[in-house]
């Protein structure tokens, strides 16, 4: 991989820390939490079809013009969004917009790290033996009430920050390099174990046994769709920035494909870790944080060797939750360093600060609710459709097809660019206004 037109930041070292890094971004508590449940509740390999036929689509559309636009600017979410526009003479248009998005990057960073440090503390309740001492809802409970995680939340912080001080594109490759290999390991190793367990067949068969007549159902599209876009990351921000720390010779569409594969690899190791598990001790499948903070414990609690199984799960949930964080920081870091001409440690230390003093008056469950639903509800899918029309219609396809044809060894099919525009940048319109009736499809 060459490194002609270096980011002041550096670049990626290779094709597939590349790759890693963006698995890392997209790899997240939706996986884990919403997936596996929605995966059975919307008719099983029915649902599935739908969902890899919608990550098929959002990932070599939709990530490629991220990753694209991000290299062809040789910046993130602001100058990438003044490029754009600059195009149609509206470059202070373009700037301006471009916040949009990354306050939902910010925003969303904000509440993740509230949620990544409960699963800092589970994981330290998991060690202790403190968490399967008394009630796993009454742990949760006082870790979400104000100031209930405050420890544990400004940890995160401080973890996410120390990786990004120590460096930008390398430092974010070298930690996805070792976090994300370690998370498949670790949740694969569970999924191994929950396969021996009585009764675990039930969750397979919730899971997987096709259930065609939901098809005919409109919310399992929707949900489909939703939980294919959300999960893939695309913000119109935080991909850009990765994008823009590419060498010239990468493929970007192919990359884009295989961070969609591992994405989706992801979400179905998650669902064979526990819908086999919650099937068979007979506890009732759910989604959210109850999911993942109530309800998992207590099945750890019953089996054999629970207590390191849970630290093996939450040691896992947690590379995934910092990898994301890390992705939302930069992509603020990046636009704060090149818009304000801050160094590096003065952005990074900022980004911190903000996070953490806005964090710490949301760590009670309500407010933290109310706060990521805003977010993601409302700023990250509007940040989307504004990425999605300032790249294949305010740039045009013409433009954003010569950049992502860099790097192949063949051109672009002529169809990609009219499903880019007459299918892609439509469905993020439509995501959005089906988020704001469903209160979330992501």
């Not at 544990?152 to 930008?168: K, Q, Y």
């Not at 992705?327 to 001409?341: D, K, L, P, T, Y």
Request: hydrophobic share 55%; aromatic share 14%.
């Amino acid at each position: 991989m060459k490194h002609e037109h270096n980011h002041t930041n550096g670049s990626f070292s290779s094709s597939l820390g590349f790759i890693l890094a963006c698995v890392g971004s997209a790899v997240g508590l939706g996986n884990i939490w919403m997936f596996p449940y929605r995966l059975g509740q919307y008719g099983g390999a029915a649902f599935l079809l739908l969902y890899l036929g919608f990550v098929a689509l959002f990932g070599y559309v939709g990530l490629s013009a991220e990753f694209g636009i991000g290299r062809m600017a040789r910046t993130g979410t602001l100058g990438a969004y003044r490029l754009c526009w600059n195009a149609r003479g509206k470059e202070k248009l373009g700037g301006a917009l471009g916040w949009i998005p990354l306050l939902g990057s910010m925003g969303i960073a904000i509440g993740y790290s509230i949620i990544i440090g409960w699963v800092l503390r589970s994981l330290w309740g998991s060690i202790s033996g403190s968490l399967f001492a008394g009630d796993a809802g009454e742990y949760f409970a006082r870790a979400t009430t104000a100031f209930g995680s405050l420890g544990w939340h400004l940890a995160v912080v401080a973890i996410t920050a120390l990786v990004l001080l120590s460096g930008a594109a390398i430092m974010i490759e070298k930690s996805n390099k070792v976090m994300m290999p370690l998370f498949f390991a670790l949740f694969t190793l569970l999924a191994l174990k929950v396969a021996f367990l009585p009764g675990a067949g039930e969750g397979y068969r919730f899971l997987f046994v096709p259930r065609w007549e939901y098809l005919a159902d409109p919310n399992t599209w929707v949900m489909a769709m939703g939980q294919a876009f959300f999960s893939l990351s695309i913000t119109g921000s935080g991909m850009i920035v990765y994008g823009s720390y590419l060498a010239s010779d990468v493929d970007i569409p192919s990359a884009s494909i295989r961070t969609a594969f591992f994405d989706t690899l992801a979400a179905l190791l998650s669902a064979l870790v526990i819908m086999p598990a919650v099937f068979a001790y007979g506890i009732a499948p759910d989604k959210g944080p109850s999911l993942m903070f109530i309800t998992i414990p207590e099945i750890f609690r019953q089996m054999p060797m629970g207590r390191l199984l849970s630290v093996v799960f939450f040691v896992s949930v947690l590379f995934a939750g910092i990898s994301s964080l890390i992705n939302m920081f930069e992509a603020v870091i990046e636009s704060w360093q090149q818009r304000f001409a801050l160094s590096r440690r003065a952005a990074v230390l900022l980004c911190a600060a903000i996070c953490a003093g806005v964090g710490v008056f949301l760590e009670a469950d309500p407010l933290t609710g109310n706060w990521m639903d805003f977010v993601t509800i409302i700023v990250i899918p509007f940040g989307a459709v504004l990425g999605a029309f300032s790249i294949y219609f305010v740039l045009g396809r013409g433009r954003i097809e010569e950049e992502l044809n860099q790097g192949r060894t063949k051109p672009l099919p002529g169809w990609f660019g009219k499903l880019a525009r007459a299918f892609y940048v439509p469905l993020t319109c439509v995501i959005f206004v089906l988020g704001l009736v469903y209160h979330g499809i992501g």
